[in-house]
Nanobody, 113 residues
């Protein structure tokens, strides 16, 4: 099982980041995929999902700012994050929808001036 998230970092409010998640081919091709995040002291939440047919979902908190995409050739899921806010600070993970018990280590996004 491979769920390797990368691309996090420190960014100023209003800035952008693009996260990547390398997955195993059998996971990627057979499942809807999602990006989740967990902020300190809060529960993990889903911030974007992409079905195998390309349908997407975003909660109100990120809709219009985040975009999820899939590269079938690379078995990779991306999350483009624009207009970042301090409340977007969290550990970001990718996983299937619904999520597997294995989460990988995530990538840290810190939005701060």
């Amino acid at each position: 099982v491979q769920l390797q998230a990368s691309g996090g970092g420190l960014v100023q409010p209003g800035g952008s980041l693009k996260l990547s998640c390398a997955t195993s081919g059998n996971i990627f091709s057979r499942n809807p995929m999602g990006w989740y995040r967990q902020a300190p002291g809060k529960q993990r939440e889903l911030v974007a999902s992409s079905g195998t047919a390309g349908n997407t979902y975003y909660p109100d908190s990120v809709r219009g700012r985040f975009t999820i995409s899939r590269d079938t050739a690379k078995n990779t899921v991306y999350l483009q994050m624009n207009s970042l806010k301090p409340e977007d600070t969290a550990l970001y993970y990718c996983n299937t929808i619904p999520p597997m018990t294995y989460w990988g280590q995530g990538t840290l996004v810190t939005v701060s001036s």
